[in-house]
């Protein structure tokens, strides 16, 4: 019941409490633990786990929503090995300097950052840098950050410790102070389950639109009829696409979002929408 206080090897102060996956709960640390280290310092980071599309949609609409919490700015990690991977590069080749595969792979970071923007938060690009990353395709990100208007910094902690991240923390401690943002809950709790579902969709994922199973419509429709239905939606979404096949790579166009079953967490306070093949049991061996 209590968050942990643990400390980095450079005894900076870090609340653990609670780990749910972002690709099927709300993928944040608890509100406890964030209202307590917002007490304790001017400045508080907190995780939202898996990207923009999954950890920072439901750290705003869902966590915020709930316990009133009005976060000023967002920094959003890239790598130059997921955007090539992204780019149509096979995992073993990932080491290997590949520009125009990292080039075409950044339209995946263009996405994300596109929505922190509809989220109401000025963000920063944090380039966590590997070993095996040419300057030239750091320089790459850097430049393509540049041409779709958002900061970005080149984050060393990994290796440098502390002194990797000034530059980073001199920039996000400059938006918060000078330019803040606040939550933009881009639909109301009050709406219908179905245009939830499809206002996720369409603006975050980037999908043509959603069709539902019979399954679904069903446990809809008793949702609505229990008055159920006036709370945030938690979609159970594949973490390795933007859509609900993790094969489809980069930021996929044409396709519509498959919702199999819709749930309620009536505890936690909101619907989990089951969407693809995605399981509520993650981790779990294939066989």
Known sequence: LKPNLVQTCEHTPVFVHCGPFGNIAHGSNSVRATRLALK??????TEA??????????????KCRQAGLKPNGAVLVATVRALKYHGGVDKDNLKKENIEALKNGCDNLRVHAEN??????????????????????????????????????????????????????????????????????YYNNTDPIKNKIETVAREIYRADGVDFTEEAERSINLLEEN??????????????????DPKKINAPKGWRLK????????????????TGKMMLMPGMPKQ
């Open 49 to 62: 786990g898996f990207a923009a599309d999954l950890g920072a949609e439901k750290f705003v609409n869902i």
């Open 227 to 244: 008055k159920l239905d006036k709370l945030p939606i938690c979609m159970a979404k594949t973490q390795s696409s933007l859509s609900d």
């Open 116 to 185: 922190i923007g509809k989220f109401g938060l000025p963000l920063v690009v944090a380039i966590n840098r590997f070993p095996t990353d040419s300057p030239s395709e750091l320089e790459m990100i850097k430049q393509f950050c540049e041409e779709i208007g958002v900061e970005s910094s080149l984050s060393e902690v990994v290796s440098r410790g502390g002194d990797g991240g000034i530059d980073l923390a001199k920039k996000i401690k400059r938006i918060v102070d000078e330019n803040p943002g606040s939550p933009n809950f």
């Open 259 to 274: 919702v199999r079953d819709v749930k309620v967490s009536n505890g936690a306070g909101f619907i989990v929408a089951l």
């Open 40 to 45: 304790l310092a001017p400045y508080v980071l």
